[in-house]
């Protein structure tokens, strides 16, 4: 399974936006870029994914560079509520899908 | 929002007992999954199903066995517990192949004494 790098930890303020980097230069043509986050003490969530172009839904934005080896997903107002650990994975949508999660970007908002 | 039920949320028990972690999903998703995750760790997948009567073992080699005799159930289980098993327990489901989201349920937290 392609690899993904995240930042260990990063910190922003409620109501500003927040942009959560990862790299992916091994990623394959097949592969999706999807984000899960998972709050304390509860499962994980899905967030967002893409493919090759940008998306938006209600939660966040999903940036994709060109050649496709780095993202970046983007919440627009963090609110104290978004603070959680955010996994940056690359999977296939067909077949088992078997998410392979890292250690995440563990976020922390400021009041 | 998604359907998904583990049982029981907290267990803890003595080595040497045999224990089944219930997960159930109203959603008719053929796909599950049972992932494991000790504290401030990664999750590791370590169980999956396509469907009734297909289990396969995940990334990570687990001395638990699965079933999957009904659509919405999927149930874990650990024949003997031992203080090794100690961890958080996740489950998760996902639909058709045009559904490319997994839902999580809640999980378990085991502790083995």
């Known amino acids: 399974d392609a690899k993904t790098t995240q930042p260990n930890s990063m910190e922003s303020n409620e109501e500003e936006p927040v942009h959560l980097p990862c790299n992916h230069s091994?990623?394959?043509?097949?592969?999706?870029i999807h984000w899960y986050r998972q709050l304390p003490s509860q499962g994980p969530e899905y967030v967002i994914h893409?493919?090759?172009s940008n998306v938006n839904n209600r939660m966040a934005s999903l940036a994709i560079a060109e050649d496709r080896k780095s993202s970046t997903l983007i919440l627009h107002r963090a609110t104290l509520r978004d603070a959680a650990v955010y996994y940056c994975?690359?999977?296939?949508?067909?077949?088992?899908?078997?998410?392979?999660f890292g250690q995440g970007t563990r976020l922390t908002i400021n009041p | 929002e998604a359907d998904i039920y583990q049982t029981p949320r907290y267990l803890v028990i003595g080595t040497g007992k045999k224990i089944t972690l219930e997960c159930s999903q109203t959603?008719?998703?053929?796909?599950m999954y049972w992932y494991q995750q000790d504290p401030g760790m990664e999750l590791h997948l370590i169980h999956y199903?396509?469907?009734?009567?297909?289990?396969e073992k995940g990334d990570l080699s687990s001395e638990s066995t699965v079933s999957r005799i009904r659509t919405e159930h999927f149930p874990l289980t650990l024949e003997s517990a031992r203080p090794s098993h100690t961890s958080q327990y996740l489950c998760?489901?996902?639909?058709?192949?045009?559904?490319?989201?997994?839902?999580f349920g809640p999980g378990t937290r085991l502790t083995v004494t």
């Open positions: 998760a489901s996902r639909g058709g192949t045009g559904d490319s989201k997994q839902y």
């Open positions: 091994t990623i394959s043509g097949t592969d999706y």
């Open positions: 893409g493919l090759t």
């Open positions: 994975i690359l999977s296939i949508i067909q077949g088992a899908q078997k998410l392979v």
């Open positions: 959603m008719g998703h053929d796909k």
């Open positions: 199903s396509y469907g009734v009567n297909s289990t």
